[in-house]
Nanobody, 126 residues
Framework: QVQLVESGGGLVQAGGSLRLSCAAS????????IGWFRQAPGKEREFVGC????????YYADSVKGRFTISRDNAKNTAYLQMNSLKPEDTAVYYC???????????????????WGQGTQVTVSS
């Protein structure tokens, strides 16, 4: 099975930036689609964005489009979520998820992912 470890969360002022990392223990990491989700207090977990294994193409939720960037470094078995222009409403626990999948498809729901990290807290102050 794939084990994911997230890091990089913390406290930042509105307008600032953070980069989250997701390190995988799987040698075949390059073949997995990676998704990022977040869950704010009292809210359902929501999709943030994802990156495919075949072409490293990305797709983002409207709420973060233009501000967040997902990337991956397969040589390091690591995926990243670069968050810029952060807003207080971005405050949440952020989760990295992985799943084997088909090329040319974006996986945007929780049920489509097999493996999850422990989550890392991101707090944006106003």
């Amino acid at each position: 099975q794939v084990q994911l470890v997230e890091s990089g969360g913390g406290l930042v002022q509105a307008g600032g930036s953070l980069r989250l990392s997701c390190a995988a223990s799987e040698r075949t990491f390059s073949l997995y689609h990676i998704g990022w989700f977040r869950q704010a207090p009292g809210k359902e977990r929501e999709f943030v964005g994802c990156i495919t294994w075949s072409t490293s193409s990305t797709y983002y939720a409207d709420s973060v489009k233009g501000r967040f960037t997902i990337s991956r470094d397969n040589a390091k078995n690591t995926a990243y979520l670069q968050m810029n222009s952060l807003k207080p409403e971005d405050t949440a626990v952020y989760y990295c998820a992985a799943t084997p999948g088909y090329s040319g498809i974006y996986y945007t729901t929780e049920n489509e992912y097999n493996y999850w990290g422990q989550g890392t807290q991101v707090t944006v102050s106003s």
